[in-house]
């Protein structure tokens, strides 16, 4: 039986207080690890993180309370599905979650989980091609108590107002989809916009113990890196294409479009969300586009450097964890 964690102001928040000493907030956070090893014993199964849905990036420990998380990927590699993925963890597990997604309209993203749920393709839905679609989506919307916890969000809000409804709202989860509609038109100023609203979101995580997930584009030097490697390769090897010859595609921490070092270095963590197969087939195989990989690039208080593998379902834009990826 899972347990939500119920995490101490003194823990999560901050204290202006002179008085206060580092044995305060080790003594504050001795009692409260001490009551959450008590319910682990007592049979309950406390969340030391945030519930993602997907066993093998909750076995990771995705994701962190607390700080904010950059997800770095290329336009159109699914990033919008990932954060989708991860607010119906979450609210699956009970927490409420805020998610902010300014660039899509609410009929697409309703048909992206819709389209989960009765498990066929968004666009074919929506173009009414699918088969008793009438009850297939009324038995999906009785199964999908979940969306009840996700307050959605399709406003141009810039940083300040998502923290302020942080604040207010007080959510275990919050996603924001994507960072470059934060910066605006301005591409000059992008690096300080966005610096300051990482550095935003870091406080209203650290406030209110929610982790606050960014999804981010990357810049279209990316692409260039990944032909040049991928040329570099081909000239070595005359085989068939292998994931290695893709590897230059993959973003990295200074990828992030118009800001590399704001969201390279302010977030607390920062993830690579990459599909190895669909670059894999740019270049002319023809493996199934099905493996979404997500890289650990940098983390200062969860999990370690790592690659973690997932099934994909570009149809229905899902994203499974079978133990045979």
């Known amino acids: 039986m899972r347990y939500p964690v119920t995490s101490r102001p003194s823990s999560t928040g901050t204290s202006d207080d002179p008085q206060e000493t580092l044995a305060d907030w080790v003594r504050d956070r001795a009692g409260e690890l ?24 909750d076995a990771a420990g995705l994701l962190e309370p607390a700080i904010a998380t950059v997800i770095l990927g290329h336009e159109g590699d699914g990033k919008s599905a990932l954060g989708l993925a991860f607010a119906m963890g979450a609210a699956r597990a009970g927490l409420n979650v805020d998610y902010h997604t300014p660039e899509d309209p609410r009929k697409l993203v309703a048909d992206r989980v819709l389209a989960a749920a009765v ?29 009840q916890r996700v307050r959605a969000y399709d406003g141009r809000l810039n940083a300040a107002q998502i923290c302020s409804l942080i604040e207010k709202n007080r959510p275990g989860l919050v996603v924001v989809d994507y960072a470059q509609v934060l910066a605006g038109a301005d591409e000059s100023d992008a690096e300080r916009v966005l610096a300051k609203a990482v550095w935003d979101f ?48 993959r973003p990295l921490p200074g990828d ?32 199934e586009d099905d493996v979404a990989e997500l890289k650990i690039i940098k983390s200062n208080y969860g999990p370690g450097a790592q690659v973690l593998k997932l099934r994909w379902h570009g149809p229905t834009t899902t994203i499974t964890d079978p133990k045979d990826v």
């Open 34 to 57: 001490t009551e959450q090893y008590a319910l682990k014993d007592a049979g309950f199964e406390p969340q030391t993180h945030v519930p993602t849905g997907l066993p093998r990036l």
């Open 256 to 287: 992030g479009q118009w800001a590399p070092n704001a969201l390279g270095q302010k977030p607390r963590a920062v993830l690579s969300w990459f599909r190895p197969h669909l670059w894999m087939r740019q270049h002319g195989s023809n493996v």
């Open 119 to 147: 498990g066929e393709s968004a666009a074919k839905l929506r173009r009414l091609r699918v088969d008793g679609a009438g009850l297939r989506m009324a038995a999906a919307v009785r199964d999908s108590d979940w969306t």
């Open 202 to 249: 870091n406080e209203a995580a650290k406030t209110t113990g929610a982790a606050v997930v960014l999804l981010s584009q990357v810049r279209t030097q990316v692409k260039e890196r990944g032909r040049r490697l991928f040329d570099n390769w081909k000239q070595r090897n005359n085989g068939p294409i292998t994931a290695e010859s893709v590897e230059g595609y």
